[in-house]
Nanobody
């Protein structure tokens, strides 16, 4: 099992910035892709950004040029730097991780991000 612990959410005004962190622990052998998803009230969970162990990234169109995902493999931690935040970015943000050769998603408990207008 892989445990994911998120931190860094909060309340910010539109145009502001936040950085989310997610630390992985437990059976992290073969840990590969890590990423962030979000779920707003009444909506489905959606991909925000992902990053592989080698550093390849993927972003949702809605966050490109505003959000940056990066990771520290030595610390098994992934980060999401969120700039120019908009009220529509308000959601619970979930950390996600996958291991090689395992068809299973690991999820964190979620952290609330609220952007006021």
């Amino acid at each position: 099992q892989v445990q994911l612990v998120e931190s860094g959410g909060g309340l910010v005004q539109a145009g502001g910035s936040l950085r989310l962190s997610c630390a992985a622990s437990g059976n992290i052998f073969r840990l590969n892709a890590m990423g962030w998803y979000r779920q707003a009230p009444g909506k489905q969970r959606e991909l925000v950004a992902t990053i592989t162990r080698s550093g390849s990234t993927n972003y949702a169109d809605s966050v490109k040029d505003r959000f940056t995902i990066f990771r520290d493999n030595a610390k098994n931690t992934v980060y999401l730097q969120m700039n120019s935040l908009k009220p529509e970015d308000t959601a619970v943000y979930y950390c996600n991780a996958k291991r090689d050769y395992e068809f299973k998603d690991y999820w964190g408990q979620g952290t609330q991000v609220t952007v006021s207008s």
